[in-house]
């Protein structure tokens, strides 16, 4: 079994930056992608970003220029980095992530972090 917890979130001001951590425990598992996602109230979950195990990242067009995710390998965690945070930005923020184990395919999320800003 995989467990992720995400961390980091909090109350920020318009304009300024967080940190959101996802950490990634278990056995016997290959951690492959590492995915956040958002969901803001009364709206669907969004893709934010994602970065593979070889390291290739992906970020949705709303937030490029301003987050900017990685990922630890020898620790199983990844990171999203948030700067020039706006008002829109405020959500839930959840980690998924992808894993091989043995001869399974894993897809764990966790319970989300809160981040708002304020105007």
Known sequence: ???VVESGGGLVQAGGSLRLSCAVS???FSLKAINWF?????????FVAGISSEGGTHTDNTVKGRFTI????????GYLEMKSLKREDTAV????VK???????????GPGTQVTVAS
Request: charged share 30%; glycine share 14%; aromatic share 10%.
């Open 93 to 96: 923020y959840y980690c998924n």
């Open 38 to 46: 958002r969901q803001a109230p009364g709206k669907q979950r969004e």
């Open 99 to 109: 894993t091989t184990e043995g001869t399974s395919r894993g897809d764990y999320w």
């Open 70 to 77: 990685s990922r630890e390998r020898g620790e199983n965690t």
């Open 26 to 28: 278990g056995s016997t």
């Open 1 to 3: 079994q995989v467990q």
